[in-house]
């Protein structure tokens, strides 16, 4: 927590700040995020959603773990297009298994990952011990989220980890918020992100979100199609 104090006019005020810095500018941060330490923590929690210290806890794991998957999830989308595949309907494609198969192997792994995380939050150090493989096992002291040893290969732990953790759930919010946009365009174009980006690139002012004919009401796409929202038919453009 960082608090200043200011005097104007023979008074001073006091501001509290959050470890990161306010996300509102002359804001105070709420209490139950002015002494956290929460990587990334700018004091946004305009509902009160993490006033309870153990839901707090709950909240932090929950976005680190979608920010990982958004990063994972991007880098897949990209990937896919830069390969000429279409991503948004690559589940529907034929591979190894069936689709039912694939979908229960997939909630057997994730069920015995999830557990043990879970586990781990709740007491941490409880799941570092390899319930199989007894030669295995994380380093002590890891926080819960950061379980470090064969999870950090590149031994960036070893380093300014603060400075790393604030990185990547910096990178991990954009990547949440480009998920999104990719499906968001998607939706309006049928086509990926690398795609729109290109004809974006080509003809900036024809070419963007406003013209596409979906996200904006009453316009019109660029080719003159009208936009689901239109029902005047009137192109302000």
Request: aromatic share 12%; charged share 15%.
């Amino acid at each position: 927590m960082f608090t200043y104090m200011q005097a104007r006019s023979g008074r001073v005020s006091q501001q509290v700040r959050a470890a990161a810095g306010n996300w509102f500018p002359g804001k105070d941060a709420p209490a139950h995020l002015s002494s956290s330490t929460l990587p990334g923590n700018f004091g946004f929690d305009p509902l009160n959603l993490g006033s309870d210290p153990e839901k707090l806890k709950w909240y932090a794991q929950a976005e680190l773990q979608h920010a990982r998957w958004a990063m994972l999830g991007v880098a897949g989308v990209l990937g896919a297009e830069a390969s000429g595949q279409d991503w948004f309907t690559a589940g529907s494609k034929e591979y190894f298994a069936d689709g039912k198969t694939l979908l229960a192997i997939q909630f057997f792994l994730m069920s015995w990952v999830e557990i043990r995380r879970y586990q781990d939050m709740k007491k941490p150090g409880s799941a570092n011990q390899d319930p199989i493989f007894s030669n295995n096992s994380l380093p002590a002291g890891n926080e819960p989220g950061y379980p470090g040893g064969i999870f950090d290969p590149a031994g960036f732990a070893k380093g300014d980890v603060n400075t790393m953790k604030l990185k990547e759930i910096k990178n991990g919010r954009l990547a949440m918020v480009a998920f999104l946009g990719f499906v968001a365009q998607h939706s309006a174009t049928g086509k990926g992100p690398l795609t729109n980006l290109a004809d974006h690139l080509a003809d900036p002012w024809t070419n963007l979100c406003i013209t596409n004919g979906v996200s904006v009401p009453f316009a019109k796409a660029a080719d003159g199609a009208v936009s689901i929202w239109d029902t005047t038919s009137i192109n302000p453009w």
